[in-house]
């Protein structure tokens, strides 16, 4: 190649003249490029030689000038147009001569950078051009406009992600929520990560990106890690650092869908006609509904009268659901699937909508109530002796929580005496349950609540207000599981076969109180549902069912179904294979609330631990997990948690003292406890 010729060469993919100026060895060249650069190059790196001149490499500026003039892509589809239809395959000079009426140095070179960067009308075939078919083009052209529209929704992207990383208010597109969705996805697969010995390096092995998740964080330039994505949606204001990827990663739903909010709204909006016509009329009653202050689905309430013949009657109100719903339409099939509320520190996520299941399908103080009512007449041992069941109208009366019934029984209010003698009806009925062999396990429970930042844990005592409601809830449910018996009707009856508990003389070698009960809890065997009555040992009742959360939960609102069909005197809703198999999907789905809802729980606890690393806590050793290598259960009384802790020393179960939180990592639920002596304690 003769000195002075002019040739391209490629850096990377930019473009690059160069003049040639000796020979390097028998086959590469050097050439001088435009910045006087030196560079070695085989034949094969030359992409174009410039023929018919020769140059200075002070020239090609001048060179490039000119050939710009003549960069017009757009004459390409004129020239494809006139070539098409022979086939006809051009070289850069023919081409030139075709654009141009030319084929100048600089023309020929203009019409080869058009040819080699066309990626529509022309195909390179050897050093020549062939025109591609009018099919080709057609098909070309749709291809290069679906990747430029790519091109400009990935930059779209990038700015409205721009915009949320600086905490600007960004209104996220419907395409977007396909990033966002496989986001979410991915990164809360972190929650494999409280599992034993899993890291997160394990987690990000075992489960590749999908294609939106790599495609999303190479385009932001971070690592495509379930971590990484985690921490972007956080710093998009998508996630908080504490979200619930227990919940995330479960298949229980978060949103209801639109159609089942259209449905739920209908319904408010055009009242379904009641199908209880002959409900009875109790509105005459005083009724107490009883709660946590923060409950909004009131699903219970209490009544007490005495009747003419002198006896007592307990009415157990229960809220109505299928006032509004009837079995498998929209609104049945979604409670279906999500089988019950889930409650969280953070909030629940309801079975209902919300718009249903905190207003009409509530007990709500003053309103008149569609319900079901449990009218229960106890013998003095606490048996049940009469009973009805009545779909019913009734108009509460007090909406109280547990510590305002605590204080009304505590100062033995006159004005409303019914409290008292409903209060009187709960003991004698759970000393009656207790002589039908039933086993009391009392063990401190913790209530966690996140508002905003603050986290909190409130002990549950069992006072007298709980153990009031938690009994006549039992009842209603015999009552409900009896009037099934008796009548041949398949329900979701819950039994619990009898527990082996270790003999006295075992019980009594171990500290009474929470060590004894924890000993007893273990032997508990799990309850059980059966669609025939079945013995539940722990609340020593012959046959029971749960009716009292229909809003709440869903095999309670099976026992709905089929009590309020009997009674109208309808055919079933559900046969007995049907209940069975709908329960079978519903228990799964339960089990998975539970799991959550525990989970949860836990990482809040040690959240809260976390928060407080210089409080010291009184301490209970419940029992041994490990005892071969120091591992041992512990009772923060003051909190209601058991938590594991390793012990350095000897200790024996029952054994009391103070510990620290060393470490707390609750989202690799880690926790780790010292034991502090005296001395240090008294100096805290």
Same mark, same amino acid.
């Given at each position: ?31 001088? !490029? ?127 992600? !721009? ?72 710093? /998009?204001? /998508? ?50 509904? =009883? ?84 009218? =229960? ?26 510590? !305002? ?13 019914? =409290?008292?003698?409903?209060? !009187? ?131 309670? /609102? ?50 809260? /631990? ?75």
């Amino acid at each position: 190649m003769e000195k002075g010729t002019l040739v391209e060469f490629r850096v990377g993919a930019e473009r690059r003249l160069g003049v040639v100026d000796r020979p390097d060895g028998k086959t590469r060249v050097f050439v001088i !490029d435009e910045r006087g650069q030196p560079h070695s190059l085989a034949p094969r790196q030359i992409t174009y030689t410039v023929t018919g001149e020769t140059f200075q490499p002070s020239q090609i500026p001048k060179f490039l000038q000119e050939v710009n003039g003549y960069l017009d892509p757009s004459s390409l589809e004129v020239a494809w147009e006139l070539l098409v239809e022979d086939g006809e395959v051009v070289t850069p000079l023919q081409m030139a001569e075709l654009l141009f009426s030319e084929s100048l140095p600089s023309q020929c070179y203009a019409a080869y950078w058009l040819l080699s960067d066309d990626k529509t009308y022309f195909k390179q075939k050897g050093d020549a051009y062939e025109p591609r078919t009018t099919t080709q083009v057609a098909e070309r052209k749709h291809q290069l406009e679906v990747e430029a529209l790519k091109v400009r929704g990935q930059q779209e992207f990038l700015d409205r992600v !721009d915009k949320a990383l600086n905490k600007e208010p960004v209104e996220w597109q419907r395409h977007d929520r396909h990033r966002i969705e496989a986001l979410e996805k991915y990164a809360a697969l972190l929650a494999d990560t409280t599992k034993a010995g899993v890291t997160y390096e394990t987690v990000a092995r075992a489960y590749p990106p999908s294609a939106p998740v790599l495609e999303t964080m190479n385009l932001l330039g971070r690592p495509a890690t379930p971590q990484a994505a985690f921490q972007l949606l956080i710093d /998009l204001g /998508l996630w908080s650092p504490h979200e619930n990827l227990f919940l995330r990663r479960s298949s229980i739903p978060i949103q209801f869908p639109t159609k089942v909010i259209e449905v739920a709204q209908q319904r408010l909006d055009f009242i379904p006609p009641d199908k209880d016509i002959d409900r009875l009329n109790l509105t005459h009653l005083k009724v107490y509904t =009883i709660d946590d202050e923060s409950t909004t689905e009131i699903d219970d309430g209490l009544s007490w009268e005495r009747l003419p013949d002198g006896r007592e009657r307990v009415w157990v109100h229960i809220a109505d659901p299928t006032r509004w719903l009837m079995p498998e339409d929209e609104l049945d099939l979604e409670a279906r699937r999500r089988g019950s509320t889930v409650y969280l520190p953070t909030g629940m996520v309801p079975m209902f909508p919300e718009l249903l299941a905190t207003g009409p399908m509530s007990l709500v103080q003053g309103r008149e109530c569609c319900a079901l009512s449990f009218g =229960i007449i106890l013998d003095e041992a606490g048996a049940v002796v009469d009973y009805c069941i009545h779909a019913s109208l009734i108009k509460p009366t007090y909406r109280l929580t547990y510590e !305002d019934v605590d204080e009304m029984l505590q100062l033995g209010v006159q004005a409303e005496p019914e =409290i008292k003698d409903i209060a !009187d009806a709960a003991e004698k009925r759970k000393a009656w349950r207790y002589a039908q062999g039933a086993i009391s396990i009392n063990m401190p429970e913790a209530m966690i609540k996140v508002k905003g930042d603050e986290v909190s844990i409130d002990l549950l005592d069992d006072s007298p207000s709980r153990r009031l409601v938690a009994e006549m809830m039992i009842v209603a449910g015999e009552v409900a599981a009896r009037y099934g018996k008796e009548n041949n009707i398949p329900l979701p009856f819950r039994g619990q076969p009898q527990p082996e508990l270790p003999p006295e003389e075992e019980l009594i070698l171990l500290p009474a109180g929470f060590v004894r009960a924890c000993a007893m809890r273990r032997c508990m065997p799990k309850s059980e549902m059966s669609i025939t009555p079945v013995r539940h040992a722990g609340l020593g009742l012959d046959t029971y069912t749960q009716a009292t959360s229909p809003i709440r939960r869903y095999s309670d /609102l099976l026992t709905h179904f089929q009590l309020k069909a009997h009674l109208r005197g309808e055919v079933l809703p559900f046969t007995a294979d049907q209940l069975r198999e709908v329960m079978i999907m519903v228990t799964t789905i339960t089990q998975e609330v539970t799991m959550v809802e525990r989970q949860t729980n836990r990482y809040w606890a040690l959240e809260y /631990l976390r928060r407080n690393p210089d409080e010291i806590w009184e301490v209970t050793v419940l029992m041994w997990l490990r005892e071969d290598s120091g591992l041992a259960l512990i009772l923060i009384e003051d909190l209601g948690l058991q938590l594991p802790m390793f012990f350095k020393r000897p200790v024996t179960l029952g054994e009391e003292l103070l510990v620290k939180v060393s470490l707390s990592d609750p989202q690799k639920d880690v926790i780790q406890f010292q034991e502090i002596i005296y001395q240090e304690a008294a100096a805290n």
